[in-house]
């Protein structure tokens, strides 16, 4: 805090505007990255603070607030806008600091500050800068400030997405008849649109009208017509040649509220194209999903309607952030260049087989164009980007609109001027299924893979975020035929459950040259679900190059995924680097920056020979790989331990219909509606957050187990069944209902801490699933045993281990499944010490029956603590480990 206040006190001394490198110095002291403060853009007072490749704060200092005010805005039409992508803009001068979030500006920049505070108070002032470090609300998007504060205005994406909803419907309602075809002929338009929109930021001097003075028009379809043709003269290019929307065609309404999306957000501030962070592209395609024209068909009315439909979880398709794909094109396509040190674009062809809006096409394009102006020694021109382009970049999308978007995108990127004419890039970015046709397989449509090979040989390096989803839970999205003949070509890695994204793997080994590397987001059960065995074998063949365990931690924004990052092949390689991330409620932004991974990510190295036989490539049980060892006394898998089963919690098919209130509990039976249920089989219900450490919180439900109607038990409670309304299809109670109706141990499923607690009277049952519980017996040994093997899996040592293996969310709870559970090392002792175990847990639950409460807590730590030191020394641990799990567990208040 002592640097920052110094430089504090001598911007509060200065009498002339603080520089942009005395602010960035202030910054710099609370943990920005030098390298994410951009201060070059060609004005003077103006900084871009970023983080993960992301804007996120713009800094505009100057002599006074005016002063700072007007250096966001636009003084001379050709000057720099700001593009309303930062949501934080900090207004810098010697009397006072404002915070301000860009995402409640009403009118014009300096609208209502989010924080405020005059330099006369150097201290406050620091404060406001530490609330300004990564990892605070800058990085975090500040989400407890919002509410109150007025109306959110919409970012540059969400304006230009609800403008071209607007436009695609005004269409459809006219043409409902041939509606794809017009709404296509839409999207282009629109594509025209969007690249002339970037061309103007980039060659502001153009001999042409801009869109914005389409505006000053009465009717903006003749002015916006001789823009076009202009372009498609000059440009020569598909872009413009391919059938668009006749512009005479367009609502004029339409058209003007879609033009000034793409110009004007605030009367007194000119948008700038340039200043747009890069996944501005992928966010708009994210919007063409969410809002596709389609006839609705809804039954009693006599005409078809025209509505919207959103596309995007029944797609699997989510747009990729910048930073996810930057980084794996910095993992995967670097060390490729790197070791094969191409000297023509030609040698390296990169592809993408489901590109959406092209991000890892962008993060590729960046990559190559740094490496062959490194290796040539200067910038590349306008001709040798144009030859990048069409030699090295090439994509697959069913969606055409996709393509469309990412052709501009790249345009943009080259900055190819708007003078000569653009590249070719159709036999780049391939419109088709890329599944269905791979390499070797009978042609079936989609994209001709074979053919395309024949032309220009296979790739060099494939990087992709496949659609995510499930075969079984598609099936209502694909048709039967479609699902057996992606079951028939990839018959190598198919396995019941497994998801269409393991597909795209299968699919990119065989486009991969010999040396070839491919970089894969994956959902995270790629590490450690059953169903990715067979996928994981064909990686680990090819090679895996790195293994990127995001755990919980949430990448996409717009959906829940909990995603990996995998890269396979190029040179052989020992030692495969891993990262796992440590608190899955890091931002994002903090995850992806290399600045900030020291303290977000642990890093380790593990070998290819322990890849190929570990059954789970998560990032903690590769660390336990090597952690096992910390431990002296022998263990086995908890599975593995003779008389173990665990079982998995029961599935009524209704738990609402079948879990009741009893009209009345006797010794022996549970009447229900005038039926008398045997009381074994009406036992107490919990869920999960009723399994406490060492003990359960019983409630007074019941649920009626609806056992087989035909088994002499089934009769004795059909009546009750009967009465509750039937027995529904999908019951499924399972084959080892045995265990769940004697002595055993509840394992919560789901939460902050995987709890366990004994049952001996074999009274209690739980559901299946994250509601629920798993059952854990152990056949042929005392009470004692049970009770010592609970306190087990209540020491820290334990818990420490399921949660690491367990199935992490983004609020850092844990989702325990049952493969790893029984992968859980158990020791093997004697009886006495499974006793003092057992003796140690009725020792913690003694502490609860204290009265005074302070005490009460008191007594129930210290137990606790006894009993972690008692499990950790009857087993051996060493320091080291120790003091891990003592850091890394977590456990309730």
């Known amino acids: 805090m002592g640097s920052t206040s110094d430089l504090l006190a001598s911007v509060r001394t200065a009498t002339a505007a603080p520089s942009p490198q005395t602010v960035a110095d202030a910054l710099l002291t609370v943990g920005w990255p030098a390298s994410s403060l951009n201060m070059d853009l060609g004005r003077d007072g103006i900084m871009i603070a970023q983080l993960g490749g992301s804007p ?29 992508e930062a949501p934080y803009t900090l207004l810098w001068t010697p009397d006072e600091v404002q915070l301000h979030q860009t995402a409640f500006w009403a009118l014009q920049p300096g609208d209502s500050p989010l924080l405020e505070e005059a330099h006369t ?37 969400e304006r230009l997405g609800l403008a071209l909803a607007d436009l695609r419907a005004s269409i459809a309602s006219d ?25 103007e930021d980039r060659h502001p001097l153009l001999p042409v009208r801009r869109l914005e003075q389409v505006l000053e028009a009465g009717d903006p379809r003749a002015v916006l017509a001789d823009i076009v043709a202009h372009y498609s003269t000059s440009l020569r290019s598909e872009l413009f040649s391919r059938p668009a929307l006749p512009i005479d065609a367009v609502p004029s309404g339409a058209l003007r509220k879609t033009i000034e999306a793409l110009t004007e957000p605030w009367k007194t501030l000119r948008l700038d194209f340039q200043l747009t962070p890069n ?39 989510f747009y990729t952030p910048t930073t996810v794909a930057t980084e794996l094109a910095r993992a995967t396509l670097t060390p490729w260049l790197q070791e094969n040190r191409p000297t023509d674009p ?77 590249p070719t890039m159709g036999e780049n970015l391939l419109h088709g299924d890329s599944l269905v046709s791979p390499p070797g397989a009978v042609p079936y449509g989609g994209v001709p893979w074979k ?102 931690a949430l990448l996409f924004p717009s959906v829940s995924a909990y995603v990996s990052l995998v890269t396979v092949g190029g040179a052989p390689s020992a030692a495969v680097p891993v990262e796992e991330v440590r608190d899955s409620r890091t931002s994002a932004s903090l995850v992806l920056d290399r600045a900030t991974k020291e303290f977000t990510t642990r890093r380790q190295t593990v070998s290819r020979d322990l890849l190929a036989r570990s059954p789970s490539w998560s990032g903690f049980e590769l660390r336990w790989a090597e952690l096992r060892h910390e431990v002296e006394v022998e263990t086995t898998e908890l599975g593995a331990v003779p008389g173990v089963s665990v079982v998995s919690g029961l599935q009524s098919g209704n738990d ?50 609806p056992l087989k109607p035909d088994s002499p038990e089934g009769r004795l409670v059909e009546p009750a069944i009967t009465a509750l309304g039937g027995r529904v299809k999908n019951t499924q109670i399972g084959s080892k209902l045995d265990v769940w109706l004697g002595p055993k ?92 175990f057992g003796e140690a847990a009725v020792t913690v639950l003694l502490t609860l029956t204290l009265d005074d409460p302070r005490e009460r807590v008191m007594q129930w730590s210290r137990a606790r603590q006894e009993l972690d030191d008692l499990v950790m020394d009857a087993m051996g641990v060493n320091p080291r480990l120790r003091s891990i799990v003592r850091e890394e567990v977590i456990r309730r208040p």
């Open 656 to 705: 609402s219909r079948f879990v009741i209130e009893p009209d009345s509990v006797t010794p022996n039976f549970v009447r229900v509606r005038g039926s008398r249920v045997p009381i074994k089989y009406c036992p107490h219900f919990v869920k999960a957050p009723q399994i406490l450490p060492f003990r359960v919180a019983v409630g007074s439900q019941r649920i009626v187990l």
């Open 745 to 836: 141990i509840l394992v919560r499923a789901f939460g902050i801490e995987p709890t366990a607690a004994v049952d001996e009277s074999g009274t209690i049952v739980a559901p299946k699933g994250t509601a629920g519980a798993f059952a854990v017996a152990l056949e042929g040994r005392p009470l004692t045993h049970l009770h010592g093997l609970a306190a087990y899996l209540n020491s820290a040592l334990a818990q420490w281990w399921l949660r690491g293996a367990g199935e992490p969310k983004a609020d850092e709870s844990i989702e325990i499944l049952e493969a790893p559970l029984k992968r859980l090392p158990v020791p093997v002792l004697t009886d006495a010490q499974w006793t003092s």
């Open 279 to 317: 996944d501005v592209s992928g966010r708009l395609y994210e919007s063409y999903l969410g809002k596709r024209p389609a006839i609705i068909h809804e039954e009693g009315t006599l005409f078809d309607q025209v509505g919207s439909t959103d596309d995007r979880s029944q797609r699997g398709s």
């Open 175 to 199: 043409h409902a008849d041939q509606l794809a075809t017009y709404d296509l002929q839409v999207m282009r338009l629109f594509h025209q649109l969007l690249f002339i929109r970037f061309v």
């Open 56 to 84: 996120k704060m713009l800094v505009a200092s100057g002599s006074n607030l005016r002063e700072a005010s007007s250096g966001v805005k636009s003084i001379n039409p050709l000057s720099m806008g700001y593009s309303s």
């Open 346 to 422: 030609a040698q390296v062809r990169v592809l993408d087989p489901a590109c959406g809006s092209g991000a890892f096409l962008l993060s590729s394009y960046r990559v190559l164009r740094a490496y062959f102006e490194d290796l040539r020694g200067r910038e590349l021109d306008q001709s040798e980007r144009r030859e990048l382009l069409s030699k090295s970049i090439f994509g697959a999308d069913q969606d055409e609109s996709a393509l469309m978007l990412a052709q501009v995108a790249l345009y943009e990127e080259a900055d190819l001027g708007a003078d000569s004419s653009l």
């Open 451 to 552: 053919d395309v090979i024949a032309t220009g040989g296979k790739f060099q390096v494939i990087l992709a975020n496949p659609p995510f989803g499930a075969q079984r839970t598609r099936a209502d999205r694909a048709s039967s035929t479609y699902r057996e003949r992606l079951r028939a070509v990839y018959a190598d890695t198919h396995s019941w459950g497994s998801d269409l994204a393991y597909n795209f793997v299968a699919l990119a080994f065989r486009l991969l040259d010999d040396g070839g590397m491919c970089g894969f987001v994956l959902p995270r059960k790629v590490l450690t679900g059953s169903t990715a065995s067979r996928i994981r074998d064909v990686m680990a063949s090819r090679g895996v190059r790195s293994i990127h365990d995001y755990r919980g």
């Open 121 to 157: 108070s150097t201290a406050s002032t620091a404060n406001l800068l530490e609330l300004l470090s990564p990892g605070s609300i800058v990085a975090n998007d500040a989400q407890e400030f919002r509410g109150s504060r007025g109306r959110k205005q919409p970012d540059l994406a």
